[in-house]
């Protein structure tokens, strides 16, 4: 009769699953045989390796990651902290990562931190137990506690990438890899834009999220061109809430400045945007005759309507490739990542047409 020790550490081991043991019997080879192929399949004869996957096939054996993780101190998991994992500007920066890590053997945890930089701290600090192999996060700006982890991870070997941020700007440099692009720059193209169309008498509408920082930026590059070049500029700062509800509920207030009228206005994103055309069209109010409107994002939703959307188009799903190739290069030969700008562009539409 076994005893209550022996019977205990078989469950422990097993817990009712086919193991490394089981796929060796099946396949003829040894478990160190199997336990190399996990890991370096091609240091495994092509005729051996077939008869494992063939075995793990026929048992359904599913490798302990986190045994393996334990047992060589490395870790597959990339971690990936994202404002808003709903909004359709990051869905393609993450599908972009995903790709990106696809065949790789590595994987993407995500973590959505609601453009908060406490929680982005606190997803930080749980992820430290997980010790990942690479960590990507949004932006430039962090808390002092996030930032001090990140630069610990960092010192302790873990590439850390700041995605959707350009390396241009070194004066705020944190010591990280940036991939992203100028968001001031962006702003200032916006509003070139609509200064060459003809426009004296500008708006911008800026995100109601308080720590979307990047819109702001966009926003004050926006401020500095209009500026320069002479025209009036006016700030409004959106609702939180719909952006949506948001973006209809501004024309209200760009069509109430009767003494010097807005011609020309250029939202935080496409969304924002589109609500702000909408509720002009229904009011009859003649875009761009009257109003020009111009977006950030280039969702699918803003080519659809009528009149379709002027916008700028963010490489986001190549933030999400360079970030994923950058990050894996740097596990594999042991290097910093490297930062890259990638570019910006603006995409003329209907609602920034020819002014009266």
Not at 71 to 81: E, K, N, Q, T
Not at 135 to 162: C, F, K, W
Not at 168 to 191: E, K, L, P
Not at 320 to 349: D, F, Y
Request: proline letters at 4%; aromatic letters at 4%.
């Amino acid at each position: 009769m076994k005893s209550t020790t022996e019977t205990t550490r078989r469950q422990r081991r097993g817990h009712g699953r086919p193991t490394l043991h089981d796929v060796a019997d099946a396949a003829g080879v040894t478990r160190i045989t199997v336990s190399r192929f996990m890991r370096q399949p091609e240091l495994v004869a092509e005729s051996t390796a077939a008869r494992i996957r063939e075995a793990i096939e026929q048992t359904g054996y599913v490798p302990n990651q986190q045994a393996g993780q334990l047992a060589s101190g490395d870790s597959r998991i990339v971690a990936a902290l994202i404002p808003n994992v709903g909004h359709s500007i990051f869905a393609e920066t993450i599908q972009g990562l995903t790709e990106g890590l696809h065949g790789s053997g590595h994987e993407l945890l995500l973590l959505s931190t609601g453009y908060s930089m406490e929680r982005e701290e606190a997803q930080l600090r749980a992820l430290t137990g997980w010790a990942p192999g690479a960590i990507i996060v949004t932006g430039r700006h962090h808390s002092p506690g996030a930032l001090r982890m990140l630069r610990d991870a960092q010192a302790a070997g873990t590439p850390v990438v700041e995605i959707w941020d350009h390396p241009a700007n070194r004066t705020d440099s944190d010591g990280f890899a940036r991939i992203g692009f100028d968001h001031i720059a962006a702003g200032r193209t916006m509003a070139k834009h609509l200064i060459d169309k003809g426009h004296v008498s500008l708006a911008y509408v800026d995100s109601g999220v308080g720590e979307d920082f990047r819109a702001h930026e966009r926003g004050q590059g926006f401020v500095a061109e209009a500026k320069a070049q002479g025209v009036r500029v006016k700030v409004l700062r959106a609702s939180t809430g719909d952006a949506f509800d948001a973006g209809r509920g501004m024309v209200q207030l760009l069509l109430a400045a009767s003494r010097a009228p807005i011609t020309a206005v250029a939202f935080a994103n496409d969304h924002l945007a589109c609500g702000a055309l909408m509720e002009a069209t229904s009011r009859g109010v003649q875009i761009p005759g009257q109003l020009a409107l111009l977006g950030f994002g280039d969702f699918p939703i803003g080519r659809q309507l009528q009149p379709s959307l002027s916008t700028m188009r963010p490489p986001t799903a190549d933030i999400g490739h360079v970030a994923a190739k950058a990050v894996l290069q740097s596990v594999t030969k042991g290097t910093e990542p490297t930062s890259r700008t990638l570019p910006c562009q603006l995409i003329g539409r209907d609602s920034t047409g020819t002014t009266r």
